[in-house]
């Protein structure tokens, strides 16, 4: 497991901007962490300040395990489609971008 950083929920949401790989699956969450989480989040910009975002917090085991599977099965889907996620799509001789959003698709597969 990657070690965890000395950081508090704030300071890691306010300065990181992928935390995919450093997640740790088996630890819980306190409550107020996750209210704290929720309040930073919500001070997040939105197309025409719509903010149209709706937060669901799950915590019931057998809930969480079903929408993971939901999780990983769209993202199955999504990954067989070449040419249309952006790991998959390739711009000219930007090799390097490329490399990047493969290394993104990488991280999202972790999750699912």
């Not at 962490?33 to 975002?53: F, K, T």
């Not at 952006?86 to 930007?94: Q, V």
């Amino acid at each position: 497991m990657t070690q965890l950083l000395p950081l508090s929920a704030d300071e890691v949401l306010a300065t990181t901007r992928a935390v995919r790989k450093r997640l740790d699956f088996d630890r819980p969450v306190e409550d107020e962490v996750l209210r704290e989480c929720l309040e930073l989040a919500l001070q997040a910009p939105s197309g025409s300040n719509a903010q149209s975002w709706r937060f669901v917090v799950v915590t019931d085991p057998d809930k969480k395990q079903a929408l993971g599977e939901l999780y990983r099965q769209a993202f199955d889907i999504y990954e067989q489609l070449d040419g249309i996620n952006a790991a998959t799509i390739y711009r000219g001789d930007d090799l390097e971008r490329l490399e990047q959003q493969q290394r993104v698709m990488g991280s999202a597969r972790y999750l699912a």
